[in-house]
């Protein structure tokens, strides 16, 4: 049986600013990140395809983005959003499945992006 297909965008992963700027109803970045890392496992299992549409993370410690995306269930794709600053195979290298800096289609139909079309 094939997974479920989901999709998220704006984690934000130790991006304290972003708290503030977006309301956002965690403590601190640690709490964020935790309770994100939570929901998302039980939501997501092995077998699910979940699409990243940008802005994973404000690291640029290989260490540390591989260690969240590891914590993550699911294939995970990636479609660089502007906070993702280093290149799609540097994302791979991190863990994500597959990373693309462009648009991709999917099913011949959907276009996902960060940036609204």
């Not at 791979?92 to 959907?110: H, K, L």
């Amino acid at each position: 049986m094939a997974g479920k297909v989901f999709f998220i965008a704006d984690m934000h992963f130790g991006h304290e600013a972003m708290l503030r700027f977006e309301n956002r109803p965690f403590t601190d970045i640690k709490d964020q990140e935790n309770q994100l890392i939570r929901n998302w496992n039980e939501t997501v299992t092995a077998e699910d395809e979940v699409y990243v549409l940008g802005d994973f993370s404000l690291s640029d410690s290989m260490e540390e983005v591989s260690r969240l995306c590891g914590s993550l269930n699911g294939k995970k794709t990636l479609v660089l959003g502007n906070h993702d600053t280093h290149s799609p195979e540097w994302y791979r290298q991190c863990g994500f499945d597959e990373a693309s800096a462009w648009p991709i289609i999917i099913d011949g139909f959907w276009i996902l992006s960060h940036e609204p079309l």
